[in-house]
C-alpha cells in the first residue's frame, strides 16, 4: 500500500481514518496538525507535526489528505489543497467501499466519498469535497470544487451544486435546479427553486 499523510486530526478525522483504512489502498503513517501535541495518538495514528513540516514529510511521503471538516465556509480546507498543490503532494480520491458507486461517475482528487453514500449514474464530484455519510445523489448530479454535501442529503437527478458550497444534514433538493458557490442550505431544508450564489 502507498503511504499517506492525513491533514488535520478533529472528529472529521475519525472517519476518513476508517474509510481509508476499510479502503486498503493507503497506510496511514501520521496525522499533521499544528494544533496538537506532536506525539498525541488520534486512534492508532501519531501527530508526527505541523504545517511548517509538510515541505521536510514530503521527502518520504508522497500522498496526503485533508481530514478537516467544513462547515459553511471552504476557506480553511480549500487553503490547505492549495498548499499541499503548491508543495507536491498527490491528493487521492478516497472512497469508502460501503458506498455505492456508479461506474460512470467521476470522483475528483482530493474528494472524500464516506459510507453508506450512494452516487448514480453520470455524477461529477469535483476536488476536495466532502460527500457525507448515507448520501444520495442521483443521476447527472455536478458537485463543485471544495463542497461539502453532509449526511443523508438527497440530491436529485441533474443538480448543480456550485463551488464551496454546503448543504446540511437531511436537506432535500428538487431535480433540475442549480445551487450557486458559496451557498449554505441549512439542516433539513426542502429547496424547490435555484439558490444564486456568491462571488
Do not use: W
Request: glycine letters at 12%; charged letters at 25%; a positive charge.
Amino acid at each position: 500500500m502507498k503511504k499517506i499523510i492525513l491533514i488535520g486530526g478533529g472528529g472529521h478525522a475519525l472517519s476518513c481514518i476508517d474509510v481509508i483504512e476499510r479502503e486498503k489502498k493507503f497506510k496511514i503513517v501520521g496525522i499533521v496538525d499544528g494544533n496538537l501535541k506532536k506525539g498525541k495518538k488520534i486512534l492508532n495514528y501519531k501527530v508526527i507535526g505541523g504545517d511548517k513540516d509538510l515541505k521536510k514529510i514530503k521527502k518520504n511521503i508522497k500522498h496526503a489528505f485533508i481530514a478537516v471538516g467544513q462547515i459553511g465556509i471552504s476557506d480553511k480546507r480549500k487553503n490547505i489543497y492549495n498548499k499541499l498543490k503548491k508543495l507536491g503532494y498527490k491528493i487521492p480520491a478516497i472512497k469508502s467501499p460501503k458506498s455505492v458507486i456508479s461506474q460512470n461517475s467521476i470522483i475528483n482528487e482530493g474528494s472524500i466519498i464516506h459510507h453508506g453514500v450512494v452516487i448514480n449514474s453520470g455524477v461529477t464530484i469535483g476536488r476536495n469535497c466532502i460527500i457525507n455519510s448515507n448520501c444520495l445523489l442521483e443521476h447527472g448530479v455536478r458537485i463543485g470544487d471544495h463542497s461539502h454535501i453532509a449526511t443523508s442529503v438527497v440530491i436529485n437527478g441533474d443538480v448543480k451544486v456550485g463551488s464551496s458550497s454546503f448543504i446540511g444534514s437531511g436537506a432535500i433538493i428538487r431535480n433540475l435546479l442549480s445551487i450557486g458557490s458559496k451557498v449554505f442550505v441549512p439542516m433539513g431544508k426542502l429547496v424547490f427553486k435555484n439558490i444564486n450564489g456568491r462571488k
